[in-house]
């Protein structure tokens, strides 16, 4: 069983750039959640897609935006990137019987540095 | 708004003595509550969660934390810290298709 990859690792961005950033589910999850985790913070929702639909969206702006494919992965992009968008990107699958007593299952993150 | 509030933004402790880390939620009904801990430059970890079925849960290397709905809290506890626990760690409580995370607390063990 693979648990959840996300690509790239690390990235460094330009003010006002575009960037994707790519994960795979856990074999079997067909939930996907992104979360923003500034320095020294937790994580904070951004959204979570459940068979490929947006299923719940935190407080971030609309230049969030993100896609879940027929095989459950997922993309986040992030249009006219911010220096306050620099930041851990992690992406968590949990089971097709996900409930409030469920666990999410992490990703490694992406580091994005915005400069 | 469900949250949690985690007392103690860092918390250092000696090698093989008690380890606690607070975890306070807010919530009208019990939440289902979560423990995470995070390696230097890795993602989150489960180390427990609290399903109702017994207010003593244990987790993963040792820890335990105990759901008092009287505190509203959710306390994490480890007999003796070794130094593969230095980590952060981060309560946190799901509403089903989110979870709210506390602010971590940092642990030092000190050998």
């Known amino acids: 069983e693979t648990g959840v990859t996300q690509s790239p690792t690390h990235l460094i961005k330009t003010r006002g750039q575009q960037v994707t950033l790519r994960c795979s589910s856990q074999?079997?999850?067909?939930?996907v959640s992104w979360y923003q985790q500034a320095l020294g913070q937790g994580p904070q929702f951004i959204f979570q897609?459940?068979?490929?639909?947006?299923?719940g969206r935190g407080n971030f702006p609309p230049r969030f935006s993100g896609l879940q494919f027929p095989n459950y992965s997922s993309e986040l992009n992030v249009n006219a990137l911010e220096l306050d968008d620099s930041a851990l990107y992690l992406c968590?699958?949990?089971?097709?019987?996900?409930?409030?007593?469920?666990?999410?299952?992490f990703g490694q993150g992406t580091r994005l540095t915005v400069v | 708004a469900q949250s949690v509030t985690q007392l103690g933004s860092h918390v250092s402790v000696s090698e093989g003595a008690l380890v606690l880390l607070r975890c306070n939620y807010s919530s009208s009904v019990p939440p289902y509550l979560f423990w995470y801990v995070q390696y230097p430059n890795q993602g989150l970890q489960l180390l427990l969660k609290?399903?109702?079925?017994?207010?003593l849960v244990k987790g993963i290397n040792g820890f335990e934390a105990e759901f008092k709905k009287s505190e509203t809290s959710f306390h994490l506890t480890k007999p003796s810290a070794h130094m593969s626990d230095a980590a952060e760690y981060f309560c946190?409580?799901?509403?089903?298709?989110?979870?709210?995370f506390g602010t971590g607390t940092s642990l030092t063990v000190i050998p």
């Open positions: 968590a699958s949990s089971s097709p019987l996900a409930g409030v007593n469920t666990e999410a299952f």
């Open positions: 074999s079997g999850h067909n939930t």
């Open positions: 897609y459940y068979r490929e639909e947006e299923n």
């Open positions: 946190a409580v799901n509403t089903g298709n989110q979870f709210y």
């Open positions: 609290y399903t109702s079925a017994a207010t």
